[in-house]
């Protein structure tokens, strides 16, 4: 079905309520690969950004973001909490319970990743803040967009406040993926995110098409 799907748009079927999560560390490609998924599933889809989506979440990223404030990393990990909570009551238990497909780029994975590992705070005590954030909700599939953190910061963007603090923080974020991914591989599904963004695509396609394989023979 995806022969030839570096060279061509790629088209997913219709699911149903489905909620996929993209991971990796920043500039892995995370915000592109999930716009050309949302693309390819057409009006099924509803696309969200963490921090982002609401009104409120807007104000916390402009926050979160801006390279002239300091934020300890207690605050960083409830700022992050409490955009999601209102991303996940306003948008996509709304979406879900609607039967779309959400596509996010990042969720509560990411808080494990910096805030838990990569910063010390701890996971468990990260993911306890988030179930109670979330009311509980996980996601169904967790792409992880694997790519060496030099090779992510040679790519051209703006930084922001915690792309600001260089490599060892992103080496540190990469193994909390790696733990997290391998505690958890029938959610996880690592992709190797180096190559060209179209053969990415095809195969995170591929792995959401599984995805809606299994959840209609279940």
Do not use: C
Request: glycine share 8%; no cysteine; net charge negative.
């Amino acid at each position: 079905m995806l022969s030839g799907a570096a060279s061509r748009p790629v088209t997913v079927a219709a699911m149903r309520g489905l909620f996929v999560t993209f991971e990796g560390i920043d500039r892995s490609g995370k915000t592109t690969q999930a716009r050309l998924l949302a693309d390819a599933l057409g009006d099924r889809a509803v696309a969200v950004r963490e921090p982002g989506g609401t009104p409120v979440g807007e104000q916390v990223r402009s926050l979160l973001k801006d390279p002239e404030v300091e934020i300890g990393a207690h605050a960083e990990a409830l700022l992050f909490a409490a955009a999601r909570a209102e991303l996940v009551s306003r948008v996509i238990r709304p979406a879900l319970a609607d039967g779309r497909v959400v596509v996010s780029d990042r969720f509560l994975d990411s808080s494990l990743a910096y805030q838990g590992e990569a910063r010390g705070l701890g996971v468990d005590e990260v993911l306890e803040v988030n179930r109670w954030a979330t009311e509980g909700l996980l996601p169904d599939v967790t792409i992880y967009l694997a790519i060496d953190p030099a090779a992510a910061v040679a790519r051209a963007g703006e930084g922001d406040r915690i792309e600001g603090e260089g490599t060892a923080l992103q080496e540190r974020v990469a193994r909390a993926y790696q733990h997290l991914a391998e505690a958890e591989p029938g959610r996880w599904h690592r992709i190797d995110a180096s190559r060209p963004p179209d053969e990415v695509h095809a195969d995170v396609v591929a792995v959401v098409e599984a995805a809606r394989a299994a959840a209609a023979a279940a």
